[in-house]
């Protein structure tokens, strides 16, 4: 029987690539945008053509009613599921010295996306991990959280406050349930090229490029090849966050 992988924040970049690994591995995938259904459609489309049962399901991971109508939407179609991929996120950005650019409101917004999201996202698909063999969370974090860099101070201190909720997920639902964190470096993408505009994006990954012990920056493939790895196999891990940065963060070190 195909495995099931519900994945936030699929329509596109890093969820839509995780999607498309599980789908070539055989797994059935539930999809889930907040804003943009063509862009959730196009990802369907390119699972279901290379085999798997396809399930969209709009919701706003920050609204608990609708994460609890996600899973309830992945119970009636597939009867359970066996890894969930927290990666919906969001971020504004300001300059981390500019400290009157983000307003409460930001924060809040934020931590609503990125911290409260994935809790509730965890909670409402407990129990249709327990019981799966192997299930397991994988939580998208930033290596934003590691290094104290990044689009904005709060997208920094959503992606540390993710990394503790990881840890302590990862203890309170063993044995039954795996809970891992992919932290990735700089994501070639709309993300920072609309966040950063065209010449700054730029200037942004040559200096990233020379920043990074192997020299490059990431895809979106290449952080869903570790996505798949936590959430398929890695059986005796839990409560670890793997860096996918082209060994940015061991310059700093
Ligand atoms: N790009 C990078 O350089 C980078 C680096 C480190 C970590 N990350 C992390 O990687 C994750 C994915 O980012 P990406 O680069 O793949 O960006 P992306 O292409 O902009 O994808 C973001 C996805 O999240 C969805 N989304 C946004 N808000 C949502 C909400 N409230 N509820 C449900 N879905 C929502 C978007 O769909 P809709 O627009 O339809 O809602 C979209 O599918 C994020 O958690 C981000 O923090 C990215």
């Known amino acids: 029987m195909r495995k099931v ?17 599980y ?13 943009d259904a063509a862009r959730a459609e196009r990802t369907a489309r390119t699972c279901h053509e290379v085999g798997a049962e396809v399930l969209i399901v709009k919701a706003d991971v920050s609204d608990d009613q ?16 066996d890894v969930l991929v927290n990666n919906a996120g969001t971020t504004k950005f300001v300059g981390l010295t500019d400290l009157d650019g983000l307003s409460a409101e930001d924060f809040h917004h934020v ?27 994988v939580n998208v974090s930033s290596i934003a959280g590691l290094l104290a860099s990044g689009s904005s101070i709060a997208y920094i201190a959503s992606k540390g406050a993710m990394n503790s909720l990881s840890l302590v997920l990862a203890r309170v639902l063993g044995p039954e349930i795996r809970v891992n964190v992919v932290a990735p470096g ?13 010449a700054r994006y730029d200037a942004a990954k040559k200096a990233y490029v020379a920043d990074a012990a192997l020299s490059d920056v990431v895809t979106p493939e290449d952080v869903a ?16 966050i793997h860096l996918v940065d082209g060994g940015r963060r061991c310059q700093s070190l």
Request: charged share 20%; glycine share 14%; aromatic share 10%.
């Open 186 to 198: 700089f994501v070639e993408g709309d993300w920072l090229r609309e966040g950063l505009g065209e």
């Open 5 to 21: 992988c519900a994945i936030t924040g699929s329509s596109s970049g890093i969820g839509a690539a995780s999607a498309l690994v």
């Open 111 to 137: 931590y609503d996306v990125n911290v409260i999201g994935p809790f509730q996202m965890a909670r409402a698909f407990v129990p249709l991990l327990k019981g799966r063999p192997g299930a397991a969370i």
């Open 23 to 35: 789908a070539k591995n055989g797994w059935n995938v539930a999809i889930n945008y907040s804003r």
């Open 66 to 81: 609708q994460c609890r109508a996600f899973a309830k939407a992945v119970t009636d179609k597939f009867g359970g599921c």
């Open 225 to 240: 090849a570790t996505i798949y790895w936590l959430g398929a196999g890695a059986k005796k891990t839990t409560g670890e």
